[in-house]
């Protein structure tokens, strides 16, 4: 059996890459995360649980292997992170864009996918979500949660402006032009917050820091 490889080590603890009775598996380990954060590290890692729990079953979702105080384990998603595999063809998105109305249809807004790493090309060309660590499960699907969703809908509408603009369609450009009041809110208020941490805190771009949670397929 392999070692474990670490694909990530930062403040809130570490990913690695094992092999486990069940095959190739992702372990999030918020016990090592610096003392006065490791709260929150296990707090993220619960909400993670809970929305991949919540998503059991669903092909392109990362499934649950074990969860304990301090430890997430889930199975591994085999693919590329969109920004290295850069997809072109349309159906790709048609797919991706299934699939996350099957992930709202059961209750979670994953509100992390701005980010190209955390939609993967798997091996078969089909699409896959990672990193559920700011997702949010909420199966009465208030008004919030319809707010949240949609801004998940125009962040992967602007990966298809990306990669195959000549494909959106009418209607498609009309979401992109209508950002949900929380991301209005978030770019004037959180977002510079955000953007002075990761960049001159922790020294990475938000495509670099996406990167680092890509590699957690």
């Not at 693919?79 to 249809?105: I, S």
Request: glycine fraction near 8%.
């Amino acid at each position: 059996m392999a070692d474990p490889e670490l694909l990530k080590k930062d403040l809130f603890g570490e990913i690695r890459l094992c092999d486990g009775p069940q095959g190739r598996c992702i372990v999030r380990d918020a016990g090592c995360a610096s003392p006065w954060v490791r709260w929150l590290a296990r707090a993220l890692m619960r909400r993670e649980a809970r929305a991949l729990a919540a998503l059991e079953g669903v092909d392109g979702i990362p499934q649950v292997i074990r969860l304990d105080e301090s430890e997430l384990v889930r199975d591994y998603v085999s693919g590329e992170p969109m920004h290295r595999a850069k997809p072109v063809d349309p159906a790709y998105f048609r797919q991706t864009a299934r699939l996350l109305r099957c992930v709202h249809r059961r209750g979670v807004v994953h509100n992390d996918l701005a980010k190209e790493p955390n939609l993967l090309v798997r091996d078969d060309g089909t699409p896959a979500f990672v990193d559920f660590q700011l997702a949010w499960y909420s199966p009465g699907r208030g008004r919030l949660f319809r707010l949240l969703g949609w801004d998940d809908i125009r962040h992967l509408l602007k990966h298809k402006r990306s990669y195959c603009p000549q494909h959106l369609s009418r209607r498609e450009r009309g979401i992109l032009a209508s950002p949900s009041l929380p991301s209005r809110v978030f770019r004037t208020t959180v977002k510079p917050v955000y953007l002075f941490v990761t960049r001159r805190l922790l020294g990475w771009s938000d495509r670099e820091g996406a990167a680092d949670r890509g590699a957690q397929h």
